[in-house]
C-alpha cells in the first residue's frame, strides 16, 4: 500500500512538473528604477495535481479497455480474472505479470496510469 501511495504522489509530481512551461516569454522583464512594481512570473499555463491525474486516469482506461478488460470485465467488475474494484495493486506485480497472456510488455508510464485508473474504481 505504501508503494502504490508513493507511486502515486511521484507520478503526480512528475506530471504536474511536465505541465508547467518556464520559457523565458513567461517571464516579465526586471523592474527599472522607474518602475516601482515587483517582478513577477505568470505561466501561460500550469496543469493542476488535479488535471494530471485526471489525465493519467483517462490514460489508464485507455490502457484497460484494450489490455485487462477480456479478463476483468468492464470498469474491473470480474470475470475470468478477478475483481478489481477496491484493490491495491503494486505496480511491480502488474509489470510483471499482466496482462497474463504478455507479461512485462507494458511500459512503468502505461503501468503507473493503470495503477491511477484502478485506484479510482468504485
Known sequence: ????????????????????????????SQPTASSPSPTT????SAASPQTSVELAVDRGLNIYDTQ???CH??????????RLIGKILS??????NMPRNKPNSLSSDQVSDLVVYITSLK
Do not use: R
Not at 17 to 22: A, I, L
Not at 41 to 44: C, K, N, R
Open 91 to 96: 505496480a511491480s506485480f502488474i509489470q510483471s
Open 41 to 44: 512570473f505568470v505561466p501561460e
Open 68 to 70: 485487462c478488460k477480456v
Open 1 to 28: 500500500m505504501v508503494y502504490l501511495f508513493m507511486s502515486f504522489i511521484a507520478l503526480s509530481l512528475v506530471l504536474f512538473g511536465c505541465g508547467t512551461n518556464t520559457t523565458q516569454s513567461n517571464v516579465k
Open 73 to 82: 470485465e468492464i470498469n474491473g467488475s470480474g470475470g475470468k480474472g478477478p
